[in-house]
């Protein structure tokens, strides 16, 4: 396959709907493979125990190291390909982007480590970066009850990356965040009818002028980003402070 994919976690369920939609068929085309661990088939006592209490005291459960070094071991040893990255999804991490979801379609073999609790203990990914590139990477600034949904996400945005995943590449060329369109948001859409409970189509859009219509289109994307996500403008778009 184009990608690879190992998911290590202790609820496997959570990446069934993978096998639906496009990246189900992606996965029946050859261009995307995935494989879900549970991450207790790596433990060795009655309770197939993956947590403990944290050193220094505090609220919560952390992950233990051995189960963890015993899977990524694992999984690292069935694949000798050139390194490989391992993702582990943490509101503690780097922002996941656009640009980074490119990044990760583009690196063959992904390894994604789920944490629940209060997360894993720090010795696995200092081991880990020994083995491979690894990558914390928050979805967002909120907190989710483990790194599953993440994941979920992750492997979504990146999936439909690769090439004949999205069967009309065109639709990936506009999109909101697209490199393209300078990562501005998209544009309203709209489709028939003309008029709908006496809300209208604006005008243009119904014209037939190419050019028009492209610069209503770039027009509403810096708008709607100059609304919403100011943060995504680059100096060039701000208000000119002088005011001239
Ligand atoms: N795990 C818990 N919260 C998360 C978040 N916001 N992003 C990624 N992984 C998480």
Known sequence: PVLQLDI???FGDYFAPLELSLLGKAREQGLLAWRVHDLRDWTHDRHRTVDDTPYGGGA??????????EALDAVLDAHPDARPT???PTPA?????Q???HELAGAGHLIFACGRYEGIDARVLEYARTRAAVREISLGDYVLNGGEVAVLAMVEAIG??????VGNPESLVEESHAADTDG???????????????LDVPEILLSGHHAAIAAWRRESSIERTRQRRPDLLGEASEPDPTGE
């Not at 919560?60 to 070094?69: D, I, L, S």
């Open 8 to 10: 290590i976690t202790i």
């Open 60 to 69: 919560g459960m952390v992950m233990k190291p051995e189960p963890w070094g």
């Open 86 to 88: 391992i993702v582990v």
């Open 93 to 97: 991490g780097e922002p996941f982007r």
């Open 99 to 101: 640009a980074t979801a």
């Open 160 to 165: 439909r990356l690769i090439p004949g995943v």
């Open 184 to 198: 501005l948001l998209e544009y309203p859409v709209y489709t028939k009818p003309a008029s709908w409970r006496g």
